[in-house]
């Protein structure tokens, strides 16, 4: 599904948070969207999932303006998995898992077999089948960020937000979910810290102060002088002789 | 002890097996209502009720007393189904209060909801606000929806967190409970301030039959929102941006959900006073029992209050011989005492 935002800014008590953010983003892509604290990462994601009151621009899913779509049709479409989502209720991991497929029932269209299946398989994907049954207070930070992810594949949907989705995740974890979020048949757009993480996406941008100051393949993006602009760090790039891949050292530099 | 496991979602109950816990359910709640006819303060045997209710059910025509008779159809069963509306109602609110709100002590009368309700009625029958024009229900219905209103914007200028939703429900439930005082030493006589007084605490002696035409109706629309939203407020588990990125309007159904619980609220407020720890215990008791997912909890919570209160009902008759306590009173010499093992259980869990 393709994703186009025209003109998306959203402010808080005349501060500016996103400003005139413009982008394409094609079927499929995984497109990584880096940056430091506070850059508006978190907000844009929230932005295009559709859910910030006030905002300004439009959000394009396929071409149909979001607006001209209902809130069950935008989740039928789009999923967000977002940071620090919890809950005081007794859930188990299955029951978290299959709020995903809540866009797609209704009084008179009950969770049924189908539902079921769709939910084993999302967990499934993230490996979380064996704690299905495990009560929500017993999970790690990380089994609940998989199970966050497993309910926003069980909504089905052809664009997946996460942000900073490998926190809390050890770094088998980390790998393993970056790489399902890759083999998806579906658009991801993607917070990360992790630059060397961010190198594997498809496309990526770099925001900084609500702006989208530069975007494009990672290679060509984050070169050593942006970071040291919009990260204030210094960075080295190395190659892994093993795949040429390339990898960043990073060093402080004085302000 | 699971009543029906949140299993039961992955494996979907059958229509057999849901049918017969519907019919389990009914029938002990009609066992509850032949209770509440058959016990009190003269006992009724058993042949005397169902002649009673066969005569008036089916135009029967069995010789019973006609004392007996009219203490059951006129007193005791209006009573009765007046106390299982009420319970259903308080309940069901309690569940979609501490849904929305994700507080563990959100109910309508912590929130404030049901000193409003009584400060509309008050409001209309003492003062006479509305001319005539407006019935008791209505001012309470005002009142509950003003109550809610300060209370909802207060919260919010304090920064609309749910923790600030329960303290601004305190401070609005204090404000309108001296208004109530206020008015009723204002304006009513010392026999119309001892009625007041005794009904704030919440009284079902004057209950007859248009009462059961408000009561009943007003909670059975309730059961039927709140089935209709299960999934909604299931999905509030994680908050109201989780549930709105899960597809829920989550405005509607705040507005649709709260007026429900205002309905209910002021309806059964405006006809036995504000009766307080059903719509905060009971909640906890069956989500105990079924797990935290509406689909069980909803239909669960609307029985055991029905039950409960008519329970109560029962006991307000029986605790003192010759003396009706008032109804308010026993749910919270029960419900303080349970409301504390739950807490205290849920610090063990947590």
């Known amino acids: 599904m393709k994703v186009s935002l025209q003109g998306l800014s959203w402010s808080a008590r005349q501060r500016i948070i996103v400003d005139d953010v413009t982008l394409e983003i094609a079927s499929g892509e995984t497109f990584g969207l880096v940056g430091a604290n506070g850059s508006g990462k978190s907000t844009l994601l929230r932005l295009i999932a559709g859910l910030m009151p006030r905002a300004r621009g439009e959000v394009q899913l396929n071409g149909t303006p979001m607006s001209r779509l209902s809130r069950r049709e935008v989740a039928q479409n789009l999923a967000l998995v977002e940071q620090h989502a919890d809950t005081d209720e007794a859930l188990t991991a299955r029951d978290a898992a299959e709020l995903g497929r809540t866009p797609w029932l209704s009084a008179l269209r009950p969770f049924g077999p189908a539902d079921s299946a769709i939910v084993d398989q999302a967990l499934e994907m993230v490996g979380m089948s064996h704690m299905a049954d495990a009560a929500w207070d017993t999970l790690s930070g990380g089994e609940r960020q998989r199970i966050h992810i497993a309910r926003a594949l069980a909504q089905q949907p052809g664009v997946l937000l996460l942000d900073e989705p490998t926190n809390h995740l050890d770094i088998h974890h980390q790998l393993s979910l970056l790489q399902l979020v890759r083999s998806l048949p579906v658009t991801v757009i993607l917070a990360l810290h992790d630059l060397n993480q961010a190198m594997e996406c498809d496309r990526l941008g770099v925001m900084q102060g609500g702006r989208l100051i530069a975007c494009g393949p990672p290679q060509e993006v984050l070169d050593p002088a942006l970071l040291a602009q919009s990260f204030r760090v210094g960075a080295r790039v190395l190659t892994d002789s093993h795949d040429s891949a390339r990898l960043f050292r990073f060093h402080c530099i004085e302000d | 002890m699971k009543l029906a496991s949140p299993h039961n979602a992955r494996h979907p109950v059958g229509g057999l097996a849901l049918l017969c816990w519907w019919l389990g359910g009914m029938l002990l709640l009609m066992m509850a209502i032949l209770l509440g006819v058959i016990i009190g303060e003269t006992p009724l045997p058993l042949d005397t009720v169902a002649a009673v209710f066969a005569n008036n059910l089916w135009n029967a025509s069995y010789p019973v007393e006609r004392i007996d008779a009219g203490i059951i159809w006129n007193y005791r069963l209006p009573r009765t189904l007046v106390a299982a509306a009420c319970g259903a109602g308080l309940a069901l609110s309690g569940v979609v209060l501490q849904a929305l709100i994700r507080n563990a002590l959100a109910d309508p009368y912590l929130l404030g909801v049901s000193a409003g309700a009584s400060t509309g009625a008050v409001a209309v029958t003492i003062l006479g606000v509305g001319g005539g024009a407006l019935g008791i229900s209505s001012g309470a219905f005002i009142g509950a929806i003003l109550a809610f209103s300060l209370v909802a914007a207060l919260a919010r200028a304090a920064g609309g967190g749910s923790a600030q939703l329960v303290l601004a429900g305190i401070a609005g439930s204090q404000l309108f409970n001296a208004l109530t005082s206020f008015f009723v030493a204002k304006s009513a006589n010392a026999e119309q301030a001892r009625g007041i007084m005794f009904w704030l605490l919440g009284n079902l002696s004057g209950v007859r039959w248009p009462d059961v035409s408000?009561?009943?109706?007003?909670?059975?629309?309730?059961?039927?929102?709140?089935?209709?939203?299960?999934?909604?407020?299931?999905?509030?588990?994680?908050?109201?941006?989780?549930?709105?990125?899960?597809?829920?309007?989550?405005?509607?159904?705040?507005?649709?959900?709260?007026?429900?619980?205002?309905?209910?609220?002021?309806?059964?407020?405006?006809?036995?006073?504000?009766?307080?720890f059903v719509g905060l215990v009971i909640p906890h008791v069956v989500r105990m029992l079924t797990g935290p997912r509406h689909a069980q909890l909803v239909p669960v919570a609307a029985l055991a209050g029905a039950v409960f209160l008519i329970a109560a009902d029962i006991a307000s008759r029986l605790l003192i011989p010759g003396q009706v306590v008032a109804i308010g009173v026993v749910t919270a010499l029960v419900g303080a005492p349970g409301f504390a093992v739950i807490l205290i259980r849920n610090r063990r869990r947590s």
């Open chain 2, 214 to 276: 408000l009561a009943v109706p007003a909670a059975i629309f309730g059961l039927v929102v709140c089935l209709w939203y299960i999934r909604a407020m299931d999905a509030f588990a994680f908050g109201a941006r989780s549930a709105a990125a899960l597809g829920v309007h989550v405005r509607r159904v705040q507005l649709v959900l709260i007026g429900a619980v205002t309905l209910m609220t002021a309806t059964m407020v405006s006809l036995v006073g504000s009766i307080g």
